[in-house]
């Protein structure tokens, strides 16, 4: 395994973020609402309103990329600073897959490097775990982090950056 980390996105005051998309329920008919931006320290900025009306309930920022071979890796590091509310972290091996290996983060107000290893990455659907292997650590096309509390909320969450060790 590689000593070195592999960056995925490292915030900074003149990073571009255009290639960031948030996806909220009104795919569905809901109501949520977030939003994505860098702040005055350079940081990204993953913020609204989470609406449970129209069976609504989730707001998610991804980062799609082209392929990246992870086979040297066996986590993903993230630096952010929550809310103390509950995220989901969530990759996948093909952006074109219709599901994603997840993981819960519960956040605090402070900043937080998280490790989280590809073995605990649990494939998901529309909230439901898979049947199917976990996470095999050989490519990764997207990260992304959703919040879904099943309950009526406001959030923000602030990114440092996103690597792999």
Known sequence: MSQT???IFNFTSDSTIDQWQVVNDGVMGGRSKGYFSLNDKGHGVFK???SLENN??????????PAKDVREYTKVVVK????????QF?????KSDYYSYAFNISTTNEWQTIEIPFDK???Q???RQLNMPKFTGEQLEETAILI??????????????????
């Open 5 to 7: 980390n592999l960056t």
């Open 48 to 50: 609204g309103t989470v």
């Open 56 to 65: 609504g309930g989730f707001s998610l920022v991804q980062y799609r990329f």
């Open 80 to 87: 952010l600073k929550g809310d103390s509310k509950n995220y």
């Open 90 to 94: 969530r990759i996948k091996r093909d």
């Open 121 to 123: 990455m649990i494939p």
């Open 125 to 127: 659907f529309r909230g």
């Open 148 to 165: 879904g509390n099943k309950k009526a909320e406001n959030f923000t969450l602030q990114i440092a950056n996103i690597s792999l060790r």
